[in-house]
């Protein structure tokens, strides 16, 4: 048989071995076929009978080679699975499981089996489950996985939490409690501060309250003591609880619900610093002088408090700008607010004018009801009581930055570099074009940076500045000190959230072996750590996104089917089209370029010049705002569509697309 021919078989393999080879990462699409991404300019079409043998986020090198004279990818060697571990939906075909990846790209069943002690014949179809992929068709001749963990029930009304929880590998309950806690043995003594009239500004709803303030007005400006919770009085140093909060990293917040960090005993009763009871703390006791400038005078001690009054964010801003008929309980509380306002307010002004203050964007909130639907979507702004906060929190970690740069050299400081340092020379390009008055060597400092981002948030439009952003690299952890380029600060260490965060648990360690004159070194984290809690940070971040993004579609079914205009700003701009936040509710939805203009030709969407062009006129730019009408509210894939509410050309003034020849 001509098949069998060893000599064409022989011909065939030095065909291949003389095809030049291209290592990438693989990127589906939803409508078949993929391409090879080789770099950020270079990728080569990956026709759909290829794709059979991989998965989206695939690392592979690829034979290329010309059919119909278009250069295409074939498959050959899997560099790195881009599915490992994966949440998935149940599917039964012939009474063979199976289950598909939920992941937009990834549609194709795999073949799977359960692990042992799992029931599979238990699962039904539409179960979400957690899957491991255990054969790779380029190296295994098909795919196969493994149900190692039934996540949610197809009908459990809470299954989206749980989904979410399980892809980003986030704990779904609070760690075990303790019949009873003992506050350990210490040798840092505590002031008693039980007189001092301390509060809490938080949610109405907050129960892990974890900073109270207290202030007084000197000749030369306040002094500002910063009450934290302090549950290393009742969590021993590499305990096994510890050793939980240590994986964990931070609480996890979630619309309707959260999984504390620490058990809820301590979270929310033990060390939350509740009105009329007494609680251990680790204080600051700051000075800022009238021009809102946190001096050197600081000082950290150990403390037993009792804060006077638990106060909420909406009352005491009304209060402050004298609405509605909410007083607070005492003259004593009263003038606090009253000096804690000025305070926040020479306080800020310092930061407009020498380092960065935060632009005000409103917070959105889901209401959920019993059952877990949302009924409603609230818009929080940031008011002068979150701004209170806000102000006191960072004047606080500012000064912790500083002072264990001082004294040890090392903590969980919280470090952002500016701008990536490969791309320099493309952010001085861009705003040189601009006519910025910036020298290309000063966009590397603190006080460069600074400077252009006050001047970037003074102009008209925020067109400029929204391109400047692609270029700022991460803010992480690091356990060296250094500047944090995004806050305008020259170290900047967290410590005021310890019942939430690990890292400040560290932090607070460290302050008290510092104090006490014991070896601090024992409690020095590692640069492991701070890798760590960065990626847990982000995971948790992503989180977020994720259930947001699945209640948005839920709670926007209706509008859909309504046709409702909604105002819209520009925050994304790509090659497939528009990427928009809807300023009534949060939610980001996605214009693709079909849908601005089904004559495709005359239109282009630049995400180098973070514009689209129509006839290559700029007619939408990134920062604007623009009317858009909702079409598509897909929960598989959870993603809003949209379309422009006032087309870009009349209908009869469109031209259709020619057909391809």
């Known amino acids: 048989m001509l098949q069998d021919n060893p000599l064409l078989a022989q011909l065939k393999q030095q065909l291949r071995e003389s095809m030049p080879t291209k290592e990438g990462t693989v990127k589906a699409t939803a409508k078949g076929f993929g391409f090879l991404e080789v770099s950020e300019k270079e990728s080569i079409f990956i026709p759909p009978p290829y794709m059979k043998k991989v998965l989206h986020g695939d690392r592979i090198t690829a034979l290329v080679r010309t059919e119909n004279e278009k250069e295409v990818a074939e498959p050959e060697t899997l560099v790195e699975q881009g599915l490992t571990r994966f949440v998935a939906r149940v599917k039964w075909f012939r009474d063979r499981l199976n289950i598909v990846p939920d992941h937009p790209l990834i549609k194709d069943a795999i073949k799977a089996r359960t692990i042992k002690g799992l029931d599979e014949k238990g699962l039904k179809e539409g179960?979400?489950?957690?899957?491991?992929?255990?054969?790779?068709?380029?190296?295994?001749?098909?795919?196969?996985?493994?149900?190692?963990?039934?996540?949610?029930?197809?009908?459990?009304?809470?299954?989206?939490?749980?989904?979410?929880?399980?892809?980003?590998?986030?704990?779904n309950q609070a760690p075990r409690d303790q019949d009873e806690w003992q506050t350990l043995e210490e040798s840092l003594p505590?002031?008693?501060?039980?007189?001092?009239?301390?509060?809490?500004?938080?949610?109405e709803s907050t129960q892990d309250m974890d900073d109270a303030l207290s202030v007084k007005k000197l000749d030369n400006g306040w002094e500002l003591t910063v009450a934290i919770a302090d549950p290393t009085a009742y969590v021993p140093h590499d305990s096994d609880l510890d050793k939980v909060a240590a994986e964990r990293a931070f609480t996890v917040y979630l619309p309707g619900r959260n999984i504390p960090m620490l058990p809820r005993t301590l979270a929310d009763e033990l060390c939350s610093l509740k009105a009329g009871e007494e609680r251990p703390a680790l204080c600051a006791r700051l000075l800022i002088d009238f021009?809102?400038?946190?001096?050197?005078?600081?000082?950290?001690?150990?403390?037993?408090?009792?804060?006077?009054?638990?106060?909420?964010?909406?009352?005491?801003?009304?209060?402050?700008?004298?609405?509605?008929?909410?007083?607070?309980?005492?003259?004593?509380?009263?003038?606090?607010?009253?000096?804690?306002?000025?305070?926040?307010r020479a306080r800020s002004a310092w930061r407009s004018e020498h380092a960065i203050v935060f632009k005000?964007?409103?917070?959105?909130?889901?209401?959920?009801?019993?059952?877990?639907?949302v009924v409603a979507i609230h818009v929080d702004h940031r008011r002068i009581a979150n701004q209170m906060v806000e102000e006191a929190m960072i004047a606080a970690n500012l000064a912790c930055g500083n002072w264990l740069a001082e004294h040890a050299g090392t903590g969980v400081f919280n470090v952002h570099a500016g701008f990536d340092a490969e791309k320099l020379a493309q952010v001085a390009e861009l705003l040189q074009a601009h006519e910025a008055p910036f020298e290309p060597e000063s966009l590397a400092s603190l006080e460069g940076f600074c400077a252009l981002r006050r001047?970037?948030?003074?102009?008209?439009?925020?067109?400029?500045?929204n391109r400047v952003r692609r270029y700022q690299s991460f803010a992480a952890m690091s356990v060296t000190p250094a500047e944090h380029y995004?806050?305008?600060?020259?170290?900047?260490?967290?410590?005021?959230?310890?019942?939430?965060?690990?890292?400040?648990?560290?932090?607070?360690?460290?302050?008290?072996?510092?104090?006490a004159e014991q070896e601090h070194e024992a409690h020095a984290p590692?640069?492991?750590?701070?890798?760590?809690?960065?990626?847990?940070?982000?995971m948790h971040r992503r989180a977020e996104r994720d259930i947001a993004d699945w209640l948005y579609v839920r709670y926007l079914q209706p509008a859909v089917a309504e046709g409702k205009v909604f105002d819209a700003e520009i925050i994304d701009i790509g090659r497939g089209g528009v990427k928009l936040r809807l300023q009534e509710n949060g939610a980001v939805v996605f214009m693709p370029s079909s849908l601005i203009l089904a004559n495709r030709d005359r239109l282009e969407?630049?995400?180098?010049?973070?514009?689209?062009?129509?006839?290559?006129?700029?007619?939408?730019?990134l920062g604007q705002h623009i009317q858009v009408i909702l079409t598509e509210a897909i929960e598989d894939t959870r993603s809003l569509i949209a379309k422009p509410a006032i087309p870009l050309v009349p209908e009869k003034q469109e031209k259709p697309e020619q057909p391809a020849s």
């Open 455 to 465: 001047w970037l948030d003074a102009r008209d439009t925020s067109y400029l500045d």
């Open 526 to 538: 590692s640069a492991e750590l701070a890798q760590h809690l960065s990626e847990q940070r982000r």
């Open 127 to 171: 179960d979400w489950v957690l899957g491991e992929l255990k054969r790779h068709a380029l190296k295994d001749n098909g795919f196969f996985a493994e149900v190692v963990e039934l996540i949610a029930g197809v009908d459990d009304p809470i299954a989206p939490w749980w989904v979410v929880l399980a892809r980003n590998k986030l704990a």
């Open 486 to 515: 995004g806050l305008g600060l020259a170290a900047y260490a967290t410590w005021t959230s310890p019942i939430r965060k690990y890292g400040d648990i560290i932090n607070h360690r460290l302050i008290k072996a510092i104090l």
């Open 291 to 344: 021009d809102g400038k946190v001096t050197d005078q600081v000082e950290f001690f150990a403390a037993r408090i009792r804060s006077q009054a638990k106060l909420a964010y909406d009352k005491v801003s009304d209060w402050v700008e004298q609405k509605g008929d909410w007083q607070p309980e005492s003259e004593v509380i009263a003038e606090q607010l009253r000096e804690l306002t000025e305070l926040t």
């Open 190 to 203: 505590r002031r008693d501060l039980t007189e001092v009239p301390f509060f809490t500004i938080d949610s």
């Open 360 to 373: 005000d964007r409103p917070d959105y909130r889901f209401e959920l009801d019993d059952a877990s639907n």
């Open 605 to 621: 969407c630049s995400w180098d010049d973070g514009r689209v062009y129509l006839d290559k006129e700029a007619v939408y730019e």
